[in-house]
């Protein structure tokens, strides 16, 4: 069975830089997209962007474009989201989600969340 | 304001049947397909259906999904208390170049 697992909850301060990683188990990450998505407190889902691991391309959502960087190191079947800049609004639960090509949409599989807190 | 848009809340009685709608544009639900997806609090979203009416295995046969023209509907029959959740339907945007989700729903079990 596919499983996702993601790195631990972070605190940081403002203007710093958080990254998250989230290790695919159970099959190899080549075979997927692999998704970020944010959710504030409270609030609904939102799509970061995607990687595409078999060549590394990337799309991200407009709001996080300029401040997030989404790599793959499939030789560790891992992702890594890095987010910058960061600021109280992005106090939230981060989720990494895959989807099966060619599915561009986040599928069945989800990480359990990081919660990151950003405060000075 | 998200691009795809539910309804903020619903509500039903155990044993009746309760639909929640997504609506888009031409860009994303009206050309691509579409997930929804039920998150319980404090849990990472479950998929529920995806391109527009196929259920994962393991999901009952009283979720049930349908799309026609830039709208879309997810349908629960039979109402339970656990289904009381979150409900958020999801589709690429060919504009945005990106996914997008709807704002979600919150149904509540009377």
């Known amino acids: 069975e596919v499983q996702l697992g993601q790195s631990g909850a972070e605190v940081k301060r403002p203007g710093s830089t958080v990254t998250i990683s989230c290790k695919v188990s159970g099959d190899t990450l080549r075979d997927y997209y692999l998704h970020w998505v944010q959710q504030s407190p409270g609030k609904g889902l939102e799509w970061m962007g995607l990687i595409d691991p078999e060549d590394g391309e990337t799309f991200y959502a407009e709001k996080f474009q300029g401040r997030v960087n989404i790599i793959a190191d499939t030789s560790r079947d891992t992702a890594y989201m890095e987010l910058s800049s960061l600021r109280s609004e992005d106090t939230a639960v981060y989720f990494c989600?895959?989807?099966?090509?060619?599915?561009?949409?986040?599928?069945?599989?989800w990480g359990q969340g990081t919660v990151v807190t950003v405060s000075s | 304001q998200s691009v795809l848009t539910q309804p903020p809340s619903a509500s039903g009685t155990p044993g009746q049947r309760v639909t929640i709608s997504c609506s888009g544009s031409?860009?994303?639900?009206?050309?691509?397909?579409l997930n929804w997806y039920q998150q319980l609090p404090g849990t990472a979203p479950k998929l529920l259906i995806y391109k527009n009416n196929q259920r994962p295995s393991g999901v009952p046969d009283r979720f049930s999904g349908s799309k026609s023209g830039t709208s879309a509907s997810l349908a629960i029959s039979g109402l339970q208390s656990e289904d009381e959740a979150d409900y958020y339907c999801a589709a690429w945007d060919d504009s945005l170049n990106g996914a997008v989700f709807g704002g979600g729903t919150k149904l509540t079990v009377l």
């Open positions: 031409s860009s994303n639900v009206g050309t691509d397909t």
């Open positions: 989600a895959i989807s099966e090509r060619p599915a561009v949409v986040p599928g069945e599989y």
